[in-house]
């Protein structure tokens, strides 16, 4: 499983950085992606990046969050600004596409207003 770590309780317009370390024979040579549920709706991927570096992002994220990537250790990042009530939700890290066996628990994320 995969873990991720760093959420907690912001105001609106805050910022939160999220970290989730992998096994390396998880992280290296996968797309690694950020996924959110939050509550009452589907789980949906929100950020990705390759390995070199390529990222993608939806657009509810959009110039406000920033996945980055450490190879050396094997970790990936996500850096939240102008954070909004409606980024309110479980964080979770997986490859993508995601794989069953990887999810974690989450980190929760609460946004107030």
Known sequence: QLQASGG????????????????????????????????????ELIAGITRGGTTNYADSVKDRFTISRDNAKNTVYLQMTSLKPEDTAV???????????????????TVSS
């Open 91 to 109: 964080y979770y890290c997986n490859t993508m596409p995601s794989f069953k066996g990887y999810w974690g628990q989450g980190t929760q994320v």
């Open 8 to 43: 907690g309780l912001v105001q609106a317009g805050g910022s939160l950085r999220l970290s989730c370390a992998a096994p390396g024979s998880i992280f290296s040579g996968n797309v690694m992606g950020w996924y959110r549920q939050a509550p009452g709706k589907q789980r």
